[in-house]
């Protein structure tokens, strides 16, 4: 029997620290960072590069001596790293600050899996846990789907009270910042939600990223373009010709200059 998770009575202090995501234009985006015990949400239809941001995090936290996790519940450790690798993000720098790991298809209750975040928490200090993504954890962990998607609430309740940073990966076909930006409707529960999307640019298609939602400090209130290619990941100025982002159909203004690629 695995007893469900109950957080800390008293709440969570966050503390000042932030964590850079290492890309200087996404630090930008968020005002410095993502902080120590918060939730971050990076929400958007599949392919535009949630975990491919997430990993980069992991690399850039790692890399200043701190403790990270990733669960991996659509895709596997392997495709995460040959992924990370081919866009020059060394996950294998990381060493034992890393923990990788695959979740098997309904092997574990909710309550294990909490169980066995809990455990990599209190042996290994976790700082930043990063769960991809709630459509697979829903999936991959059985029971009733109202029990599973409340034990991810009571979790990731727990690891903030634990001062641990957690970004969840959320796949939503439409990034309605209007009205729900994520399927199973984590807004609530979330410090920070990043929407990322797609936009159709001189008949290539392009991603942006915005800050919808940033409950410690201020964020920028624009989108920015990114690409991912051989030198990595690429964030550029902030865009100033997208109109419509929050319906979930950006589109580019013709009236509005538009920023160079470079």
Known sequence: MYPALTPDAGGATVEPEQFSTGIEEF???????????TVTVFSGPTGVGKATLATKLLEAVTGTGHTASMYQFEESVATVRHRSEALGIDLSAAGDNLHLEDIEPLALSPEEFAQQVREDVDSRDTDLVVLDGTDGYQLSLHGAEGDVVRSLHALCRYLIARNVTVVLLDQSDQ?????????????????NIVVLNYIERDGRKERIASVLKKRIGNHEETVRPYSFGADGIEMRAPETAVENFLTGSPTYSEGLERQDDG
């Open 175 to 191: 990034a309605d910042g209007a009205t729900d930006p994520t399927d199973e409707n984590f807004s609530y529960l979330a410090d």
């Open 27 to 37: 630090d930008a985006l968020m005002r410095g960072g993502v902080e120590r015990g």
